[in-house]
Nanobody, 123 residues
Framework: QVHLVESGESSVQAGGSLRLSCAAS????????VGWFRQAPGKKEREGVAVIYRGGDTTWYDDSVKGRFILSQDNAKNTVYLQMNSLKPEDTAMYYC???????????????WGRGTQVTVSS
């Protein structure tokens, strides 16, 4: 069973930085792709933010975060990090970590999810 736990600082002023962590446990074959998604207040859908294919460091970033957010991973700790820089109030959302076998960037393809962590960016 894949288990994902998100953690990190929760609030910052606009222009600041935060780093989120996603610690994974369980069968590694089932989570060779880890993604970060977010759900903003009042929105029904979770949107893809960034995805990393852990086998080859291939990454995908949504246009809204390109150049500001950076994915990295520590295989020894089985953890994926999302460094978020130049944060904007519109980045405020619940952020979720998810895993899948393969390489996808749409939430519908990901069967394993963490519980989420709130990120608030104040203006």
């Amino acid at each position: 069973q894949v288990h994902l736990v998100e953690s990190g600082e929760s609030s910052v002023q606009a222009g600041g930085s935060l780093r989120l962590s996603c610690a994974a446990s369980g069968p590694t074959y089932a989570m060779n792709c880890v993604g970060w998604f977010r759900q903003a207040p009042g929105k029904k859908e979770r949107e893809g933010v960034a995805v990393i294919y852990r086998g080859g460091d291939t990454t995908w970033y949504d246009d809204s975060v390109k150049g500001r957010f950076i994915l990295s991973q520590d295989n020894a700790k089985n953890t994926v990090y999302l460094q978020m820089n130049s944060l904007k109030p519109e980045d405020t959302a619940m952020y979720y970590c998810a895993a899948v076998y393969g390489f996808y960037y749409e939430a519908k393809h990901f069967p394993y999810w963490g519980r989420g962590t709130q990120v608030t960016v104040s203006s």
